[in-house]
Nanobody
Framework: QVQLVESGGGLVQTGGSLRLSCTASGSSDSFDVMAWYRQAPGKERELVAASRTWGSRYYADSVKGRFTIFRDNAKNTLYLQMNSLRPEDTAMYYC??????????????WGQGTQVNVTS
């Protein structure tokens, strides 16, 4: 079974940037949709951004214009470039993959998560 491993989280000040990475142990081509979710303390997990193998992308309204999702299929890696970070972006970020519509994927595989903390 393909495993997903995230990295790149950390502590950053408001307005700063981070790039998250998610590397699949096998070929990421087997996943129709790869996505980033996040969960803040006391809140439900939410879809942040998603990407199909070839082409379309989805972004939550709260991150449009600030975050960019992209894939390097040769490296079996999914990225999330996060710019202009805000304290409300603080959360555990999870990589996930599976079938489904791009705006509501149905993940079959999850990573372990990477923590992002944005200080004011």
């Amino acid at each position: 079974q393909v495993q997903l491993v995230e990295s790149g989280g950390g502590l950053v000040q408001t307005g700063g940037s981070l790039r998250l990475s998610c590397t699949a142990s096998g070929s990421s081509d087997s996943f129709d949709v790869m996505a980033w979710y996040r969960q803040a303390p006391g809140k439900e997990r939410e879809l942040v951004a998603a990407s199909r193998t070839w082409g379309s992308r989805y972004y939550a309204d709260s991150v449009k214009g600030r975050f960019t999702i992209f894939r390097d299929n040769a490296k079996n890696t999914l990225y999330l470039q996060m710019n202009s970070l805000r304290p409300e972006d603080t959360a555990m970020y999870y990589c996930a993959a599976g079938p489904g519509p791009i705006n509501a994927p149905i993940p079959s595989t999850w990573g372990q998560g990477t923590q992002v903390n944005v200080t004011s």
